[in-house]
């Protein structure tokens, strides 16, 4: 069957996030809030059926929130449960509900561009007051917006949960919270116009082994929803409605890079050793029971690295602490028996529960992140500290404190940890420390006194030296993860660590030229996305 295309082969250049090649049916991913959702007038005698429409929608809205709250105050504590009660109280202000009616009578146009109106006209107010309460609340009013129009258009799953097969994800940006439902099986890559390299998206596509191309300037309107795309995330390019001939010569590279990484893999289960005789162990990073499977495959000596944050970010609740040792185990099962580091909730930064909807300030990178986060709201802490140690019952469980900063954080969770597992300072679970700061790197003797290993989060760490945002992609040229500031602090960390044991699990792991520097460190365990494990077995082999 020939390859033909009506639309005239178009090629753009971006920025490589993660490394492959793919091609695909565009799909078209927006915010809810950002789409142009229909706009059409009303009759008359149709607004009563529009209004009708509005009121059921706010009482599904209600009802959820209502049982939000209940289980929070449960499970956590009412502090929590005020947030949902907050978020009621501006659901059922008269106000807003007259202005809502008195909107549609008004306009006579539809349900969901009046709730659009409305809601950012409220928003505005409150961000107008410059207070950060405030912008709370302008946050909450967002939030709701958000759940109105879900129920209006009867979304109830996230628009990536269910894609068609052989997809190309074409979007502005996408946070976390969306990425969390990314599936190998249906996603082939990503495009989209902002997000840095080392952005969290990046990382999570990156260890699901999905090529990912950014920086692409107003990308939206050059791709429309179902263009055939090659995306070429070796050499930093998309191709749009290729010609016939284009696409052969793709598909020809496709099938050569897979011999490329079949042969990668012929050896990815020995150890790797340099040929001074060094040992570097490569552990896994990641956030998913698929990811655990594929990096047995290539064979993790481990899991260095097992990020939480979406078994929470997927969910309308916290969950609860059997809920949350059944989603860790089901996840960790395969690699039952190797070591297997799980990192405390990491939220904050570009990473939100709703749920919770707290301000981290103006700039959320340097607000309540991490430790800070989980000491705010300690419920949390002990909920996620219960669920691992009885889970270290049955598994190798280390249990990693992201975002220390000051010793005395450390010292905290460690006296909690001590108090739930009445050890008393017992070793039999290894409690560490994640070196993201260079206060922390710098200063990381004082930390001794209460960890067991120490993991070196070089994302963070180069975003904190370099002054450097991770998710600023207008200045990815300062993130230069491998810089000898970088350098020179990990050689620190591992000089005045004490003797225990140290690896490092950011993204300059898996940079081919640098992981001999690395070893000469004395860093002896490096964690890495899945997909890379066998290519970097062979780096360190070659070394």
Request: hydrophobic share 40%.
């Amino acid at each position: 069957m020939m390859w033909t295309t009506r639309q005239e082969e178009r090629i753009v250049y971006g920025t490589t996030i993660s490394s492959g090649l793919a091609m695909g049916r565009a799909v078209i991913y927006t915010d809810i809030l950002l789409r142009d959702h229909e706009l059409y007038t009303i009759t008359q005698k149709a607004l009563k059926e529009e209004l009708k429409r509005i009121e059921m929608a706010l009482r599904e809205v209600s009802d959820d929130l209502h049982c939000s709250a209940q289980r929070i105050e449960k499970e956590l504590n009412s502090h929590m449960a005020g947030i949902f009660r907050a978020q009621l109280a501006i659901l059922h202000d008269k106000l807003l509900v007259e202005e809502i009616k008195a909107e549609l009578e008004t306009e006579l146009i539809n349900a969901e561009q009046i709730i659009k109106r409305v809601f950012r006209k409220w928003e505005l107010r409150f961000r107008q007051l410059n207070d950060e309460q405030m912008a709370s609340k302008a946050d909450d009013i967002v939030d709701l917006s958000r759940k109105i129009l879900g129920a209006l258009i009867g979304i109830h799953a996230h628009t990536l949960e269910h894609l068609p097969a052989g997809s190309i994800i074409v979007a502005r940006r996408l946070l976390p919270s969306d990425t969390v439902f990314l599936s190998r099986k249906s996603t082939r890559g990503i495009v989209t116009e902002f997000g840095g390299p080392a952005s969290h998206a990046a990382l999570l596509t990156k260890e699901i082994g999905v090529p990912a191309l950014s920086k692409i300037a107003d990308v939206l309107n050059i791709v429309k929803n179902r263009d055939f795309l090659l995306l070429d995330c070796v050499t930093g390019n998309l191709v749009i409605n290729p010609q016939e001939k284009t696409r052969r010569c793709f598909e020809k590279r496709i099938a050569e890079r897979k011999v490329y990484l079949l042969n990668s893999r012929r050896c990815c289960s020995e150890i790797s050793v340099r040929k001074n005789g060094q040992s570097v162990a490569v552990l896994a990073n990641v956030s998913c029971r698929d990811d655990v499977e594929v990096a047995l495959k290539n064979g993790a000596e481990g899991i260095g690295l097992f990020r939480i944050e979406n078994i929470y970010l997927s969910r309308k609740l916290p969950p609860s602490t059997q809920e949350l040792i059944d989603e860790i185990q089901n996840t960790i099962e395969p690699a039952q028996g190797k070591p297997t580091t799980i990192r405390l909730l990491d939220v904050g930064g570009d990473k939100k529960l709703t749920y919770l909807n707290y301000s981290s300030g103006e700039d959320s990178f340097l607000g309540r992140r991490g430790v800070r986060f989980l000491l705010e709201f300690p419920e949390l802490l002990y909920t996620q500290l219960n669920a691992l140690i009885r889970l270290s019952e049955n598994f190798d469980i280390r249990i990693l404190v992201p975002m220390v900063t000051f010793h005395q954080e450390m010292g905290l969770v460690r006296e909690i940890f001590d108090d739930l597992t009445g050890s008393g300072g017992s070793k039999e679970i290894m409690l560490g420390a994640m070196i993201e700061t260079p206060a922390a790197a710098l200063c990381v003797e004082q930390f001794l006194p209460y960890v067991d290993f120490i993991s070196i989060g070089t994302n963070d760490l180069t975003q904190y030296t370099m002054a450097v945002g991770r998710e600023n992609s207008s200045v990815t040229q300062y993130f230069v993860e491998n810089h000898p500031a970088i350098i020179k602090m990990i050689d620190h960390v591992v000089k005045y660590s004490g003797g225990i044991p140290v690896s490092v699990c950011g993204e300059l792991a898996a940079r081919f030229d640098t992981i001999s520097t690395l070893a000469e460190c004395g860093i002896g365990t490096l964690s890495v996305a899945p997909s890379l494990i066998p290519q970097v077995k062979n780096v360190i082999r070659e070394s």
